[in-house]
């Protein structure tokens, strides 16, 4: 028997194609080996093994790609990578396209949660996307949702919107509201990691949970926690 060789090395073999070609059959997804997608090109194979070229198949290069997260709280970026496969991939992402092991690579996070919040987090591979998160993240408003107890003083709303003055430290303006009597709203720009912790404190309330479901202009909406869907074509953030 002869010893197994690399798939795209099959491949030239199988389809007449040159070397780069193979590549980017192999690494778009296009090629099978006994029914199951591989997407390196380093694999090795056998003659008795089926190496197929897939309905469909492009020479395109798989374009870079950004995915939203719905994290728990205090998720490292181990944890993160973890969180990214098909079995995590919502099931109603209206955003769905081909899942491929190549979307899980070299991706970038950027915007940090506050320390101990849950919710939103975005990675990217896509270079418009990491340098507008960069370049522009201190003007991108973020939206929290943060459980409390507590009695918060009649014109606490009022001090967290004019930038609240606490044992001689002034913090940024923030938009604040209600949303039931457990819950505020928080909408601010560019946060310390500690600041919604720091302003609640000071105004008498203990933080219970703290979930981040809005950067710019794109919401986690339905999202369910410990699972990831596609950035849209036309989201902004």
Same mark, same amino acid.
Request: no cysteine; charged share 25%.
């Given at each position: 028997m002869s010893e197994p060789t690399r798939l795209s090395k099959r491949v030239i073999e199988l389809f007449g194609c040159s070397r780069r070609e193979a590549d980017l059959y192999i690494t778009g997804g296009w090629v099978?080996?006994? @029914?199951?997608?591989? =997407? %390196?090109?380093? *694999?090795? !194979?056998? =003659?008795?093994?089926?190496?197929?070229?897939?309905p469909g198949a492009s020479l395109d290069p798989v374009d870079p790609i950004s995915l939203l997260l719905h994290v728990p709280a205090g998720s490292s970026a181990a944890a993160l990578q973890h969180q990214l496969g098909a079995a995590?991939?919502?099931?109603?992402?209206?955003?769905?396209?081909?899942?491929? *092991?190549?979307?899980?690579?070299?991706? =970038?996070?950027?915007?940090?949660?506050?320390? @101990?919040?849950? @919710? &939103? !987090?975005?990675?990217?591979?896509d270079w418009r996307a990491q340098r507008k998160l960069r370049e522009d993240g201190a003007r991108l408003e973020q939206e929290y949702l943060v459980e409390v107890? @507590?009695?918060?003083? %009649?014109?606490?709303?009022?001090?967290l919107k004019k930038g609240l003055l606490h044992k001689g430290v002034q913090y940024p303006p923030c938009? %604040?509201?209600?949303?039931?009597?457990?819950? &505020?709203?928080?909408?601010?720009?560019?946060p310390a990691p500690d600041l919604l912790r720091t302003l609640c404190t000071a105004l008498g309330l203990q933080v219970r949970e703290m979930k981040r479901i809005r950067i710019g202009g794109v919401p986690m909406a339905k999202l369910p926690l410990g699972q990831w869907r596609y950035l849209g074509d036309k989201e902004r953030f």
């Open positions: 099978s080996v006994d @029914g199951q997608v591989i =997407e %390196a090109p380093q *694999h090795k !194979v056998d =003659e008795q093994q089926r190496v197929e070229l897939l995590q991939h919502w099931a109603d992402d209206p955003h769905a396209q081909r899942i491929l *092991h190549g979307h899980f690579l070299r991706q =970038e996070q950027s915007l940090p949660l506050q320390n @101990g919040a849950s @919710g &939103l !987090v975005v990675l990217s591979q107890s @507590g009695e918060m003083p %009649a014109n606490g709303l009022e001090r938009k %604040a509201s209600w949303q039931s009597e457990q819950r &505020l709203r928080f909408a601010l720009k560019n």
